[in-house]
């Protein structure tokens, strides 16, 4: 069975840190491109990071830009976001999702297959 499954999700305080991580079974992500997106209460879904198969390429939403990272492990078959300096704004439920095209280019339609999220919050 193919799925992906997000971790790392949680309450933290504005300004801080969380790692986000995308788990592979039942296939290898050798040859996906990833994107990670999310969901905030009444909103539609937004594009957050894509990056390739190799992880030589990689690009951000504007609105991230600078505090998010993402990184890839084949070895792994993981997928990682490095969130920081996070903003109560950036409180959504975030998925991973894979893509076997080449590049970095993540259109939500064009994704083949998606986790079921991960909640983070950003209170005080």
């Known amino acids: 069975q193919l799925q992906l499954v997000e971790s790392g999700g949680g309450l933290v305080q504005p300004g801080g840190s969380l790692r986000l991580s995308c788990a592979a079974s039942g296939f290898t992500l050798d040859y996906y491109t990833i994107g990670w997106f999310r969901q905030a209460p009444g909103k539609e879904r937004e594009g957050v990071s894509c990056?390739?198969?190799?992880?030589?390429?990689?690009n951000y939403a504007d609105s991230v830009e600078g505090r998010f990272t993402i990184s890839r492990d084949n070895a792994k078959n993981m997928v990682y976001l490095q969130v920081n300096s996070l903003k109560p704004e950036d409180t959504a439920v975030y998925y991973c999702?894979?893509?076997?095209?080449?590049?970095?280019?993540?259109?939500?339609?064009?994704?083949?297959?998606w986790g079921k999220g991960t909640l983070v919050t950003v209170s005080s």
């Open positions: 990056i390739s198969s190799s992880g030589g390429s990689a």
């Open positions: 999702a894979a893509r076997g095209r080449s590049g970095s280019y993540c259109p939500p339609s064009g994704m083949d297959y």
